[in-house]
């Protein structure tokens, strides 16, 4: 069963910086995709950043554009997401998800930049998330 852990994440000023870093275990197809997704109470899930393992194309919400950079380490099945610049508004709960069916992760890369929410079935496996917070 695919296993996702996240770690990183915590508490930083405004205009600050944060990695987070997320590993797939039990991974029995070969993954596709990894992203980055954030939920804040009382809004749906927002697509933050994905990554195709097989060509390092990465796509990006409007909302972070150049600030976060998502990376890859396809052999190691990790994905780092590092986020620089960091705003009141990006305090939310940050979930890594991984996908094995290409189809899906095309729909998803549509969903992030068009703004679609993303459901928690949209993709194969899920972490169980690490909070981010922005305050002064």
């Known amino acids: 069963q695919l296993h996702l852990m996240e770690s990183g994440g915590g508490s930083v000023q405004p205009g600050g910086s944060l990695p987070l870093s997320c590993a797939a275990s039990g991974v029995q197809r070969y993954i596709v995709c990894m992203g980055w997704f954030r939920k804040v109470p009382g809004k749906e899930r927002e697509g933050v950043a994905m990554v195709y393992f097989s060509s390092d194309a990465a796509f990006y919400a409007d909302s972070i554009k150049d600030r976060f950079t998502i990376s890859p380490e396809y052999r190691k099945n990790i994905v780092h997401l590092q986020m620089n610049s960091l705003s009141p508004e990006d305090t939310a709960m940050y979930y890594c998800?991984?996908?094995?069916?290409?189809?899906?992760?095309?729909?998803?890369?549509?969903?992030?930049?068009?703004?679609?929410?993303?459901?928690?079935?949209?993709?194969?496996?899920w972490g169980q998330g690490t909070q981010v917070t922005v305050s002064s």
């Open positions: 998800a991984a996908e094995s069916s290409r189809p899906r992760c095309v729909q998803t890369q549509r969903m992030l930049e068009g703004g679609t929410p993303v459901g928690p079935d949209q993709l194969e496996g």
